[in-house]
Nanobody, 115 residues
């Protein structure tokens, strides 16, 4: 089993910054693919940023140059540094861990960006 716990969400004004943290425990291989996804009200869950076993990183076009994903193999933990936040970044942010054909998800952390 794998457990993922997110933290760091909150309410911030447009232009502000937040740092999200995902802690992983259980049957974890720290080099597996991990990432962040988000779901806005009334919309489908979408990818934000993913870091692969070889540390290849992929960002959604909408967050490129504003968000940075990083991994600490010791935890393992995955961070998402979010800068220049915009109201359309509002949503629940979920941590994701991939093990073979199975995806694991955390409970999510709410990010709200006000005008």
């Amino acid at each position: 089993q794998v457990q993922l716990v997110e933290s760091g969400g909150g309410l911030v004004q447009a232009g502000g910054s937040l740092r999200l943290l995902c802690g992983a425990s259980g049957n974890i291989f720290s080099a597996n693919t991990m990432g962040w996804y988000r779901q806005a009200p009334g919309k489908q869950r979408e990818v934000v940023a993913v870091i692969e076993p070889d540390d290849k990183i992929t960002y959604a076009q909408s967050v490129r140059s504003r968000f940075t994903i990083s991994r600490n193999y010791a935890g393992p933990t995955v961070h998402l540094d979010m800068n220049d936040l915009r109201p359309d970044d509002t949503g629940i942010y979920f941590c994701n861990y991939v093990a073979g054909m199975k995806d694991y998800w955390g409970q999510g952390t709410q990010v709200t960006v006000s005008y």
